[in-house]
């Protein structure tokens, strides 16, 4: 498989609940993305690492959602205590640094 | 923080007409990328521009990018129905090789 793995696709959860995305990159990269999309916007950063360290995240993250990114490989995306406004696509990207980024096919979160 | 801005937000053409998405940011870039989703996908990366006053061409698409390095246009040669998707344009959050900020994109329709 040489492209961008993500499970589940799809997600719905009652408000309160934790979620968990995973995440499996291209082997090769080295950097790791999550970004948010609801419709009609662009992907919008929410964080990124470079091998297993998290170099970056957003302000405008929460203390509710955290990533790890174990040994450089996949990683994980967890939401904390879902509330209605965390419905979205979660999109998880990589790519080699200063090259462009291969998508995956995102986790579709609603919450309800 | 850096913004990426674009117009027009959506476009209907014509089958066989040409179209142009444009692309500014506040800050000068060190390169732009651009990306196509299409209705129900993910993005799907086209190009990266680095050089000031660049001009690239992957066969009806034309990217350019300015001379200040703070905008940048792609123009679709003679539309068809597969151009249909939302374009993007995506640039470093700061300078360097840092994660992208992008803009809200343009929706192309194609009418057959």
């Known amino acids: 498989d040489t492209g961008v793995s993500q499970d589940p696709r799809h997600k719905i959860t009652k408000r309160g609940q934790n979620v968990t995305f995973r995440c499996d990159p291209i082997s090769e990269h080295n950097r790791l993305y999550w970004y948010r999309q609801t419709l009609g916007q662009g992907p919008e950063f929410l964080t990124y690492f470079q091998n297993e360290a998290q170099l970056e995240k957003s302000r405008l993250l929460s203390d509710r959602f955290s990533a790890e990114r174990p040994k450089g490989s996949f990683s994980t995306l967890e939401i904390q205590r879902t509330e209605q406004g965390d419905s979205a696509m979660y999109l998880c990207?990589?790519?080699?640094?200063?090259?462009?980024?291969?998508f995956g096919s995102g986790t579709r979160l609603t919450v309800v | 923080g850096q913004q990426v801005m674009q117009i027009p937000q959506y476009q209907h053409v014509q089958e066989g007409e040409d179209f142009t998405t444009y692309c500014n940011s506040s800050t000068t870039l060190s390169n732009i990328q651009w990306y196509k989703q299409r209705p129900g996908g993910h993005p799907v990366f086209l190009i990266q521009l680095v050089k000031s006053g660049e001009v690239k061409k992957q066969k009806r698409l034309t990217f350019q990018f300015g001379e200040a390095k703070k905008n940048s246009s792609l123009h679709i040669t003679a539309t068809q129905t597969t151009d249909v998707g939302t374009y993007f344009c995506?640039?470093?959050?700061?300078?360097?090789?840092?994660?992208?900020?992008f803009g809200k994109g343009t929706r192309l329709s194609v009418i057959a």
């Open positions: 990207a990589s790519s080699l640094a200063g090259a462009g980024y291969t």
């Open positions: 995506a640039g470093p959050r700061n300078s360097g090789n840092t994660p992208l900020v």
